[in-house]
């Protein structure tokens, strides 16, 4: 298995991931073939032209799942999956009501390369529980394909100390979630990545990197774990898939 989840596909004044033009290029390596699921998005015909824009500068050829006459059989044959960021509510429902979101956690854990970003990233966790989005729409389930044993909350932003807003910030919407739920929370915060590579043996390498913008933060990412404060976290973070 192999996973590049991207917490966000854009940055203020760059293009489509071209702030993660390095690590992309080598992730997609000798690739040439991309299956694009765009069902995040409203206009799954733009949203696909605008993925194979971006990547055609690394000569690979994107096709949307979408436009699959048997989308089934599109998985099964895919090399590598991007799923694009948008509401993830609406992107479960799709996955789940066109019985495509067992299918594809199957072909990645048999080896398809999995790339996600934003809400293509939040559905590698076992749950949408910890998205930042509006349910706009209503899924049959909020489970999703489980490729990690533990929920991502992408986007993570940090709580602004001069701010004078009170509402509850990201940290106080996850120490809710742990109120009801016991699975720790990996906050991506904007321009970073974490990547995974499982073998054949079982043994699973895991990281984060990325450089993170936006508000001042200490490093890529910070993980919640329930009955615990938050832990920055950067570099090799196998320990958490053992």
């Known amino acids: 298995m192999e996973l590049m989840l991207f917490s966000n596909s854009t940055v203020k004044g760059r293009g489509y991931l071209e702030h993660a033009a390095d690590v992309l290029a080598e992730y997609l390596g000798s690739a040439r073939t991309l299956l694009f699921v765009p069902f995040a998005g409203a206009d799954h015909e733009a949203y ?16 949307g799942l979408h436009a699959a006459e048997d989308p089934l059989e599109a998985i ?6 991007f799923t694009g960021g948008g509401n993830t509510f609406r992107l479960v429902k799709e996955l ?47 489970e999703t394909l489980g ?11 940090d709580a602004d100390p ?24 990996l906050g991506l915060r904007e321009g970073t990545y974490l990547r995974v590579i499982s073998d054949d043996g079982g043994t699973t390498s895991a990281w984060i ?16 774990r ?14 958490l898939f053992r």
């Open 48 to 63: 696909t032209a605008l993925v194979a824009d971006a990547l055609r500068p690394y000569d690979v050829e994107v096709t």
């Open 76 to 81: 099964e044959r895919a090399d590598l999956v």
């Open 96 to 142: 789940h009501e066109r019985g495509l979101m067992g299918p594809l956690s199957r072909a990645v854990r048999s080896g398809t390369q999995y790339m996600g970003s934003s809400a293509g990233t939040n559905i590698a966790a076992p749950s949408l529980r910890t998205t930042n989005d509006m349910p706009i729409v209503q899924p049959p389930s909020f």
């Open 147 to 157: 490729l990690v044993p533990f929920q991502i909350n992408p986007h993570y932003l």
């Open 162 to 185: 001069t701010s004078t807003h009170a509402g509850e910030t990201r940290a106080d919407r996850i120490r809710e979630f742990h109120e009801e739920n016991s699975l720790s929370v």
């Open 209 to 224: 990197g990325g450089d993170a913008v936006g508000t001042p933060a200490p490093g890529p990412a910070v993980l919640f």
């Open 226 to 239: 329930r009955g615990s404060g938050p832990e920055e976290v950067c570099g090799d973070v196998s320990s």
